[in-house]
Nanobody
Framework: QVQLAESGGGKVQPGGSLRLSCTAS????????MGWYRQAPGKQRELVAA???????TYADSVKGRFTISRDNAKNTVNLQMTSLKPEDTAVYYC????????WGQGTQVTVSS
């Protein structure tokens, strides 16, 4: 049974930082592309950042230079370091594992507000 467990969400003031983590179990982690998506109220889920099994990364234009995705294959973990957070970053953030099929975590709320 595949499980993706996210942690690290919360409320932060604009300009602040948060670090999200996702720990995977039940899959061969190192062959999966891992990604972070987010969904704000009334909006579609969108890709925030992804990292391939080889370590190549991609970012949404809106987060380039502010967010950094990384993975630790020994710990089956993918992280998203978020800095210079803006109110428009407020959303539920989801961890995704993608290979021949995809898996999703339950999501973690990130709120950026003063």
């Amino acid at each position: 049974q595949v499980q993706l467990a996210e942690s690290g969400g919360g409320k932060v003031q604009p300009g602040g930082s948060l670090r999200l983590s996702c720990t995977a179990s039940g899959l061969l982690f190192n062959i999966y592309t891992m990604g972070w998506y987010r969904q704000a109220p009334g909006k579609q889920r969108e890709l925030v950042a992804a990292i391939t099994s080889g370590g190549d990364t991609t970012y949404a234009d809106s987060v380039k230079g502010r967010f950094t995705i990384s993975r630790d294959n020994a710990k089956n973990t993918v992280n998203l370091q978020m800095t210079s957070l803006k109110p428009e970053d407020t959303a539920v953030y989801y961890c995704n594992a993608q290979n021949f099929r995809g898996y999703w975590g339950q999501g973690t709320q990130v709120t950026v507000s003063s």
